[in-house]
């Protein structure tokens, strides 16, 4: 059965076919009377919007309006990518521009009872509405079909009325039936809508760069004695960085103030979040035996002086910031305001630490517990990572995303 409503486009016109239920001489009649017509509640016409061809009995200089099926009404104009609605036929209060490739409807305009879904919108007076393209204010044509899937129903709205008076009624009366529960049900239900997959957007991306930092960071660790300490300390910071987007800006050899001995000490690098907090990170060079010991100390594998040491060095550093407080918050703002965003304060709030250090993949079972329980130990200090944990948290990422793919 032929839909009571179509578009063709004709040129740069567009045009809404209209098909009457029974013949169409009442619309004929309606334009003698000088009465318009309206359409599913939404379309205006008058006559001189209706097409007019000529008839094979008349004239060829005489134009008339000759009945056949469907009558075909103007309603729009193209103006570049865009068809721009008359404002007499669509009389919503704002601009309406729809792209000449977007497949449209009649439900794009009507929805039940009559409803003007454009007429609607206009409650939230929008500037204009654009649907389709490339404008930056137009909603894809995929959205606006789900608007329009999710369009209210009168089987909705008439849930919804029952809730309302649901929740008065049920302060003072035992009812049987819980309305707000089936509103809130055939919602749900109607709305069920799938969520957008955003990192889907960035997988590829993403992926190409961890599988990047996975393989830089594995050459580097075949030929770490080839780097002097600081080429090395910068590179594998870049990589942290990018392990850890909270951190937007690192400073090397930050300032800090030892209020003890009243001197002004240098920190090796300072990182600073995006809410301003500042941790304090150590970054060593892999040598292999700089973790723990291979032999024991009353059954256990002790901490090397290199690690103790590292941690030593950054619970002090946390000391001296924790000290310097807001004078300290001050100092570093305005020593670095340059480097930052306008208006961002650097915050000194219970800092952490995060030490890179050494490698872990010739540990035996023994020596990897007991380094464990050195990690839990010092958490509260610091994050304490070997270079092989940094390949395996990569390796991860990497599988992970390609797991969700």
């Not at 740069?12 to 098909?19: A, D, E, F, I, P």
């Not at 030892?258 to 907090?277: H, K, M, Q, W």
């Not at 950054?314 to 208006?343: C, D, F, H, I, M």
Request: proline share 4%; net charge negative.
């Amino acid at each position: 059965m032929r839909p009571a409503i179509e578009f063709e486009q004709q040129g740069s016109t567009l045009l809404l076919l209209y098909t009457a239920r029974d013949d169409d001489s009442w619309v004929y009649d309606r334009f003698d009377r000088g009465e318009d017509l309206l359409i599913k509640g939404t379309f205006h016409f008058r006559r001189e919007h209706l097409l007019a061809q000529q008839s094979a009995d008349a004239p060829n200089d005489e134009i008339t309006f000759v009945d056949f099926e469907p009558l075909r009404f103007r309603v729009v104009h193209l103006e570049g990518e865009y068809f721009s609605f008359d404002p007499e036929v669509l009389p919503i209060g704002y601009p309406l521009l729809i792209h000449r490739d977007a497949q449209m409807t009649w439900k794009w305009f009507t929805a039940e009872q009559r409803t003007s879904i454009f007429r609607v919108i206009s409650e939230i007076r929008p500037k204009r509405i654009v649907i389709g393209g490339n404008e930056p204010d137009a909603i894809p044509e995929a959205e606006f079909e789900k608007l329009i899937t999710n369009f209210p129903t009168g089987h909705e709205l008439k849930r919804y009325v029952l809730a309302r008076v649901a929740a008065v009624v049920r302060e003072f009366s035992e009812t049987q039936v819980d309305a707000e529960r089936l509103f809130r049900k055939y919602v749900n239900k109607r709305l069920s809508k799938r969520t957008v997959d955003i990192v889907g957007l960035f997988r590829r991306d993403e992926e190409k760069k961890y599988r990047y930092l996975l393989d830089r960071l594995s050459t580097m660790l075949a030929v770490e004695e080839t780097y002097p300490e600081a080429a090395w300390q910068a590179e594998i910071l870049q990589i942290v960085l990018l392990l850890n987007p909270k951190y937007i800006k690192a400073i090397e050899h930050g300032p800090v103030r030892d209020a003890d001995r009243g001197t002004t000490r240098e920190i090796d690098i300072l990182l600073i979040d995006a809410s301003g907090n500042v941790d304090v990170i150590e970054i060593k060079k892999p040598f292999n035996k700089c973790i723990v010991t291979e032999g024991l100390h009353r059954d256990n594998h002790i901490p090397l002086r290199e690690l103790s040491g590292s941690v030593m060095q950054v619970e002090k550093y946390l000391y001296y910031l924790n000290r310097w407080g807001a004078e300290g918050e001050e100092a570093l703002t305005a020593k670095y305001r340059e480097q930052l965003p306008s208006g961002f304060s650097i915050k000194i709030t219970n800092p952490t630490g995060i030490i890179i250090i050494g490698r872990d993949n010739k540990l035996t079972e023994a020596q990897r517990r007991d380094f464990e329980v050195v990690k839990r130990k010092y958490k509260n200090i610091a994050d304490i990572i070997t270079y092989d944990e940094l390949l395996r948290r990569l390796d991860f990422v990497i599988k992970q995303f390609s797991a969700d793919a």
